[in-house]
């Protein structure tokens, strides 16, 4: 697969196939969007991506491995996907 995303830290060709079903197909669609919003899209589009796919795409973006996101760093992004996730059934 030749492809921007596949050459980001944590994403493999399951992430990016999903990614690109909605409509993110480089880093600079994931960094517009943000990886919350774009995590809330691929779970709404019926993949069945883990929580896992949310810190891999932060990690993505800082260029770490998704592992090395601290705790608090996990907690904020699960409190937006929250936030995200009230208003949109709202």
């Not at 709404?44 to 991506?49: D, L, M």
């Not at 929580?51 to 973006?61: I, N, R, S």
């Not at 491995?65 to 904020?76: E, G, I, M, T, Y």
């Amino acid at each position: 697969m030749s492809d921007e995303l596949i050459n980001l830290k944590n994403l493999g060709k399951t992430s990016v196939l999903w990614l690109h079903a909605v409509g993110i197909h480089n880093a600079n669609d994931l960094r517009r969007l943000g990886p919350v919003s774009a995590y809330h899209a691929v779970r709404a589009r019926g993949f069945r991506a883990s929580k896992v796919l949310l810190y891999a795409m932060e990690g993505a973006l800082q260029d770490i491995h998704w592992n090395d996101l601290s705790p608090q760093q996990k907690a904020d992004l699960d409190k937006q996907l929250e936030n995200l996730t009230a208003r949109s059934k709202a």
